[in-house]
């Protein structure tokens, strides 16, 4: 009986493992697969072991306080955040993302010279984002700027040639008004 309390409360060493169910990466750019787990005795560096895979492909081992052998692919490209081991963060960084990382991956925890092992999984998405290339962008952008402004100058004189003919007519008509009132009762009738 004593043995298999002993047993039980060994092999929940790790209590508990958070993460998300999806991370959307983006191409040729770094993405953080996140798992954090939470340790219910004193951690040691030396004893963890953290494992994360895509299917069969080792993208990235962690054993005895060091990053191991990986898949070929995946060579230079994933790292975890080694000052945060300890705090239970076991995330993983994988750099320079290719459209072939896209997929499910799996992290498995566990401390060794005991049965408890904790797993998360975690569906990475890849997506392109179209950035055209600067010099395009830029006359696009002047050209886009050029029209507006062309319109925005047509506009204004378009304005400005009604409001100085509205004044033309309300002047000639007031100035018409003016010489009657102030002609002479002689020079009306000559009109």
């Known amino acids: 009986m004593h043995f298999v309390l002993i047993l039980s409360l060994l092999t929940s060493t790790l209590i508990s493992v958070s993460y998300p169910e999806r991370v959307t990466g983006v191409l040729n750019e770094n993405v953080i697969l996140p ?10 560096k030396e004893r963890i072991s953290i494992l994360w895979h895509r299917g069969t492909i080792n993208a990235h081992k962690f054993y005895y306080g060091k990053n191991q052998e990986k898949h070929p692919s995946y060579e230079g490209r994933t790292d975890l955040f080694h000052k945060e081991i300890p705090n239970g963060n076991v995330s993983l960084l994988l750099k320079n993302v290719h459209a072939s990382d896209a997929g499910k991956y799996t992290c498995t925890v566990f401390l060794r010279n005991f049965d408890g092992r904790k797993t998360c999984s975690i569906d990475l998405l890849v997506q392109e984002i179209h950035r055209p290339d600067s010099r395009s962008d830029d006359v ?24 100085v003919i509205l ?25």
Request: with cysteine.
């Open 35 to 44: 798992c954090i787990v939470t340790y219910t005795e004193p951690f040691s």
């Open 140 to 163: 696009q952008m002047n050209e886009s700027s050029g029209i507006g402004m062309s319109l925005y100058v047509f506009i204004i004189c378009i304005i400005v040639g009604v409001v």
């Open 167 to 191: 004044r033309r007519r309300k002047r000639s008509r007031g100035a018409t008004g003016v010489q009657r009132n102030n002609q002479s009762p002689q020079s009306k009738k000559d009109l």
